[in-house]
């Protein structure tokens, strides 16, 4: 490839990414199906800017690579022992159970047994990339159902390891092995299998005893752009050993990021490797875009969008019954199951290996990559469709529990949401001694919490029915808790319209959420953050070496002066011009308050805790 057309391709792959992921993003789409989407448009099916996406296709995988190693470095071997469960059981059942569905629907279609077989294994596998950069843009790594499915989909990154080993074992004959770049291509098939588990052994030997001392050597140095080359020499190195051996590259760099995960550089290989690792991903989604075979699909439409709506919906019903399986609470075995139903980026690796040994014809090949293909660039969109349409049948009208019978009485406080912060207001009250009535809508938080003796009840507090229930025409106080702004919101309305006696107190999300509460009528907001902020700048204060009860004067000053700014504020939003200059002029007035209150106040308890009452946030 000349330099011209080298720079030309870079361009439109770069002005693609820069393009398409802040639109998709604007769209509420997510930036994988906005790559995806411009894949195809500058792909050879639409404006022809690139005739084909093979070759980025393998070039960008390493983006791929590179993520599966940060993957790695986040799990200690700890970690991981906590997670044998998931990892080991639902990961496992789902790879067997999903492939056996989809090989034996194969299988009764007349596909030859081993074909079919290999079938089940590549469409088994989901996609790492697009799973993840969805779980990572919706704050889902963290949950119950994230952990799961990051536990399945790490076994099916860790099987690649074994189907590579074994499926020679079922080969009668092996294409294309003069052309091949490994080394024990040509191998018998238990030297083969010998060979891939001693290659793998290597990597986690070297990882633990190698690569620890030759970073602490290179870090010596104190040269940021060396450890960056160094850390790039890994990945790489290991992408070559792999290649040699005929093992998955992403396998090996993801058993080194798990042996380095305990390192003292694990950080700092995160920070230096991430920035790669996004725009080779960016690439990558472009690349099986661009690489969707349209041809295929105008020849034989519904033949094809018939195989992957098929292989999508048996995928469903399998993780479906395997969550249930495992007592994951529907709303999450649902998200669960359209979070792995597309195919995934490892697919191409052993569509090509399977060929390669004569498992697999060509032409099924190219059909079994265009099916992955189109069912990666709908994953997108199918998690998009469960997130809006099949979520909120859970906690609306629609919900598949019917809510709790409420048994307690004569309470004067009713708390809607108790995760983080509801729970924090709850044991205040609770333990000094007022009864509450906490409703919430996330069946696994009331099953976590039970267990910690925490009596709540099931239910939407947006229901007017269960408000009622719940003794909102008694109680003296309504806690909004909930850390969903448009729920909390819906709640607020719908308890100043039916109960007017209710003194509202709800949380913020942020300062604009504030304003949509102050407008509908709370006067008792507060942003979730802001009395944590201010104590830090307390704490801060003192540590600067300002007495205590200065310090704490200051904070309630401050608390007090930004509580009139919010509600000035909140009565100028819309007019940015007014918000700017009303910031400025706010900015400086605390500053003169505080400093002539330096000046004139005495220091002594008494001063510090009288200078306002505490004021609302």
Known sequence: MHLEELLLGAFVYLAAAVIA???????????????????IVIGPSVLGFIKGGEGVLHFAEFGVIMMLFLVGLELQPSKLWELRRSILGLG???????????????????????????????????????VLQSMQE???????????TFSVLLFQDISIIPMLALLPL??????????STSLIANLPAWAQTLSVFGAVAGIIFAGRYLMRPLFRMVAAAKIREIFVAFALLIVVGITLLMQLVGLSAALGTFLAGVVLAES???????????????????????????????????????????????????????????????RIATPDASRFSFMLAQ??????????????????GVADAGLLVAMVAISMALAPLLIIFEERLIQPLFVHGGELRDPDVIDETGAKVIIAGYGRFGMVVGRVLLANGYNVVVLEHDTEQIEVLRKFGFKLFYGDASRPD????????????????????????????????????????????????????????????????????????????????????EAHR??????????????????LRGDNAALVDMSRKGRAEISNVLAADRAGTPVNAESAWLAQDRPDQ
């Open 21 to 39: 992921a802040p639109i998709a993003i604007r769209l509420g789409l997510g930036s994988v199906l906005g790559y995806l989407i411009a894949g």
């Open 92 to 130: 496992g059942l789902q790879v067997a159970g999903t492939a056996a569905a989809i090989g034996g629907a194969a299988y009764l279609f007349g596909v030859e047994w081993k074909t079919a077989l290999v079938i089940g294994l590549c469409l088994a596998l989901s996609s790492t990339a697009i």
């Open 138 to 148: 919706r704050g889902l790594m963290k949950t119950s159902v994230g952990q799961s």
């Open 170 to 179: 079922l080969a009668t004959q092996t294409q294309g092995t003069s052309e």
């Open 264 to 326: 003292e550089y694990r950080h700092e290989l995160e920070q230096d490797l991430d920035p790669f690792k996004g725009l080779l991903l960016a690439v990558f989604f472009i690349a099986v875009g661009a690489g969707i075979d349209f041809n295929l699909l105008m020849n034989e439409p519904m033949k094809i969008i018939g195989l992957v709506f098929g292989f999508i919906l048996i995928k469903l019903l399998v993780h479906f019954l395997i969550a249930k399986l495992f």
């Open 343 to 360: 195919g995934g980026e490892f697919a191409f690796v052993l569509i090509s290996f399977v060929t390669g040994l004569g498992l697999l």
């Open 466 to 549: 269960l408000l009622e229930a719940a003794g909102a025409r008694e109680a003296e106080i309504l806690i909004v808790a909930v850390d969903d702004r448009d729920k909390a919101n819906e709640i607020v309305g719908v308890a100043r319209q039916q109960f007017p006696n209710l003194r509202i107190f709800a949380r913020a999300s942020d300062r604009v959420h504030a304003y949509d509460l102050l407008d509908a009528g709370v006067k008792d907001v507060y942003r979730e953050l802001f009395d944590a902020s201010v104590q830090m700048g307390e704490d801060a204060l003192v540590a600067l070496g300002k007495h205590p009860y």
């Open 554 to 571: 200051a904070a309630l000053l401050f608390k007090a002066h930004d509580k009139e700014m919010l509600l000035k504020a909140a009565a």
